[in-house]
């Protein structure tokens, strides 16, 4: 799954652009105990897990949780835009 997500501090700057990769789903269902593929679908508190982590790995000095930093930052705003390939491979696009 790759979602690009857009992050708007509310500030007047242009939003932060940020994908997400398997390592950011995987510590969101290991953090949340969720699983990508339960069919629950989406929400904001997902899309604000995934870019804590994403910043955090980019070394960016936030607060431990995602919570805090929503609770910290209460003018952002984070939306997404799925890119994920529907058509992963020439093998899967054959039938194989």
């Not at 679908?41 to 910043?55: D, P, Q, Y």
Request: one cysteine or more; aromatic letters at 10%; hydrophobic letters at 35%.
């Amino acid at each position: 799954m790759k979602i690009k997500l857009f992050v708007d501090y509310g500030d007047g700057k242009e939003p932060e652009v940020l994908f997400t990769n398997l390592f950011v789903i995987a510590e969101w269902e290991r953090l949340e105990n969720r699983r990508a593929s339960d069919g629950r679908g989406f929400g904001v508190s997902e899309l604000a897990c995934w870019a804590h982590t994403i910043l955090t790995i980019k070394g960016e000095k936030l607060p431990k949780t995602w919570r805090e930093w929503l609770q910290q930052n209460p003018e952002i705003t984070i939306t997404s835009e799925d890119k994920t390939d529907i058509n992963p491979t020439d093998a899967a696009i054959d039938g194989n």
